[in-house]
């Protein structure tokens, strides 16, 4: 096995090199020329969703004792790659107006909120996943995520901006559908455990993440950021009162669990998404957080005890429970919130409901689907799928000088 | 004991959750309706005094080798229930302007700045307050500033971006006023030390906090942000030498003390505040800078051997020499400052004098008493003091499933 | 050794309050009058710089395994002393105009990306020098620098922007200069070697300079910045992806080497600096990336077999390859690049060439020189150099009440 995963090995970076050539050709014939106009996207907003690409995620995933390396490197990779892959495809798709082409800034910061998509679905797989797998999935679902956006604008007419917030959504299913045909790790593996050091690090980039959200969900809105801000905060903030308090309610003992705080304090912020714009008042907003924070952590308890033994998913870092059924939370709430505040606009009202109910649908859709197939490729004997025994191991992809030493 | 305290862990959401309840209510009357004006405040601004609570005070309390995941976690917690309620009770004192309460932003801002009352009152007693006391210190302080606030500039025509910087002095007393109310740990226990890791963790949120307080202190500012800035970091960058210079005259064999760098390379941010856009050249700033280093040292010295011992106040984090001090030396020099640029202005100097120092003189009353009567009630029975045998220590707020499979 | 060690620490601080009380009278003559205009640089572009420094280079250095506390807090005390000293240089030099002078924010943010020369070169004698050599290197490197760059903006008529560019070229040769003259540390030292913590916490200090790179490269530039941060954001993209390509082709059984990762990751924001605002095409900044990772990688493997064996260098944090090789590449770049987008203007062309490669080897032979002198100076008798057996240890500078308690 050793020598064979060796030759496979050597044969991941051409992989990586061929893909970095075919951006280079694509970026020569798509690229934006050299006339630049003024960018609608300051820099520092760019600059906060990057963060929280690199750092945020980067910790957040690091909660696995002995996989921090992976964690932070792979994250940065499939950033790097993804990044570039998200621009050339939505260079390619048709529907990019030609004036915003040249808005250097905002192309990149919406190829970043795009591989918010995929940093999500990593979560789902990690430490199950080899490089190339989540090289492969990387490009794969970013195309995908392009293609389900550009069925929600041009056939729904949904806004960019909403279409744009179902990237959470996309995400979450994509990476459990790809999940469900991944083995499933042996229960007793102490791999799987987090230590004290890396439950630490992990709160590290969570409180990163619930400082940046704020910027994730208002840096695409045009009109109303300084509303989308306070929303999101409020959100936040009730949700990361409402997992300490139900983290309490649902251990024994009465002690807080560092996995539900991880999880649930972000749930206001993913689930205000969509609306964070169009809340009037922050009651409402953090309503919603506390609801959110309630779905995740009940949704932590039931899925792992009922829905994915049956299913047979493996979601390593619980991103069902804290991105996906916030985001459905969302989704049902920008309806319902819709519906209430236009409620006298007669027909009008109803194609929206309809339209949005029909986006909904077609991104989870899109997801599943194309999730479970490309995990049905991805774990083709051809990409060396890790032997079980190997999940959850930094040993497994990087050099251990230290164990020479002693730790 | 635990079956009582299993009980009594049980009660504490209830307590969140009302208080929770409370603020979605308060809300509902008080919350800002749907104009929103354009804010003086940018958003980078908000996220900076955001990053610095979050983070910098996150980390910075992280010290302690066994109190890691309740440093962070709690700060969280405490934030945000904590600028919920600055912003409901500025919202119904009657000193707010109408104009004003329509900029979400700064609103959210201040409320941000006024929890650094609490978040430095925690540090005084770090380890030895439960949830329950936490929460309810967070509650009354916030409250009790404000009111110090509203005195000062009703009654002594305080500007409120002066009385804003009160925040410091208002966090240090009272915490220390509160902390004398708590029994002392044993001199002896091992869990009040720090670990290296712990240490490098704290100098991490010591940095973030450094680099955040030019910030801190131009945020409120609505002229000569600028000079603010720059003076600020003129200040810091004096106290960070003058840390490593009197950390080493001070201690055996002239070794470092990272206390000692944790605590006064701070000490000229925090005692520039009161007159950052007011000193017109920067050697002014560093020679303050340079002054509050010093006093925060030999603080330290004086304060830990015979102060504390007398008066049977155990600091934790060290808050009295780390930010009371500087605070009162910033204090002392915005009067000698002022008095020096307009010595021939007569009888208005006077006023100011005897205002400033009035303005002084209630913060850190009303700090003082509303402190020791908080630490007072904080220990009755009825709030389940934490035995001395427990006191800094993550086991006893929060799940370890680590130690089943071994650190 | 010790009590004769002993003595010389308490011989340290004076030094620091002597270079202190320095600074406060030069800032008494030169600091800026009480006149403030309007800032061509807004703040968030100076803290993201500030940032940079404090925590990017202050992680990316804490790979070495005793030596967590000297990294983070030196480099602290280094930049506190070392920008104060940059700006006085600064002030004193003949070519600062006086509008500039008023220009507060840019004068500190000019002062801060100056100092990444000084620290990138502690970088090459990291664990090896101590703080009276560190300071004494700190404030001769900073005057030789501005030295450099005044023959530069004077005699060769280099663009200030251009010329301060060249500051990681300066510092990576300077330091490889002042590295010669340390002692090598014994080959079998298990204290240079890192421990899996350290190397995450470097990764986090790498991924702070990865994200900041942008920032830093667009910081001083006047026209275009968004061309520049968007250049800079593929350089480093590409840079990164060919950091894992060629991490895995290098090593023995196709694993990953973390110390190949924290220097070519930044490798191609490094090479794009000189030219990040003209180039019009990102491919072309990829393909920049592209080589400045295969440089850094094949770099660090040539200069730790061949080069520095032979001529007896030890490059602790490798700033050789990481900063040093990618300039020579980025200076190279600009030359061709610009020769290319100014074929046809003849004679100008010749010109502009002569005076870029004369600005080069200007900058470097100055470095390497005074490097060398210094090198010489710092390994008097006089400033007690360290034994090769207390190289890398914390426990040297550092107060450890912790070995008393246990880790």
Known sequence: ????????????????????????????????????????ISYADFQDVNHMMIFGFGFFLTFLRRYGFSSTGFNLLIIAL?????????????????????????TITKAAVSMTAVVI??????????????????????????????INNTFLMVQDGISMMHVLLFGA????????????PSPRSEKKASTPKSDLLAMLGTLFLWVFWPSFNSVLVTADRNKAVYNTYFALAASAVIAFVLSVLTTKDGKLRMAHIHSAVLAGGVAVGYVAASIDYPWIAMILGLLAGVITILGSYCLERCWNPVLKIHDSAGI????????????????????????????????????????????????LITGFITG????????????????????????????????
């Not at 496979?8 to 106009?37: C, K, N, Q, T």
């Not at 991105?323 to 049902?332: R, Y």
């Not at 049905?376 to 032997?387: A, E, S, Y």
């Open 82 to 106: 993804g990044v570039q892959c998200s621009i050339l495809t939505e260079g390619l798709l048709p529907f990019q107006h030609q004036s915003e082409d040249k808005d250097v800034l905002k």
């Open 1 to 40: 096995m050793p020598s064979n995963y060796r030759s496979f090995r050597h044969s991941v970076p051409w992989l990586m090199l061929l893909l970095e050539a075919v951006f280079i050709v694509g970026f020569y014939f798509v690229g934006s020329g050299d006339e630049v106009i003024r960018s609608s």
């Open 320 to 367: 069902h429970f804290t991105f996906g059924l916030p985001s459905v939370l969302g989704a049902l709430a920008h309806v319902v919130i819709f519906v209430i505040k236009s409620w006298n606009h007669g027909p009008r009202l109803g194609y929206f409901v309809m339209f949005h109910i029909g986006a909904f649908c077609v991104t989870i859709s899109v997801a």
């Open 121 to 150: 679905s990593t979560g789902a797989v990690l430490g199950k996943a080899n490089p190339v797998q989540l090289i492969l999935m990387t490009i794969v679902e970013i195309m995908f995520f392009h293609t389900s956006r550009w």
């Open 376 to 407: 049905l490729i991805l774990n083709l004997k051809l990409f060396q799928t890790i032997p079980v025994s190997k999940y959850f191991d930094d040993l497994f992809y990087w050099e251990f000088p230290h164990l020479a030493v002693g730790f």
């Open 173 to 184: 299913y994509f990476g459990l559908a790809v999940s469900s045909r991944f083995s499933e």
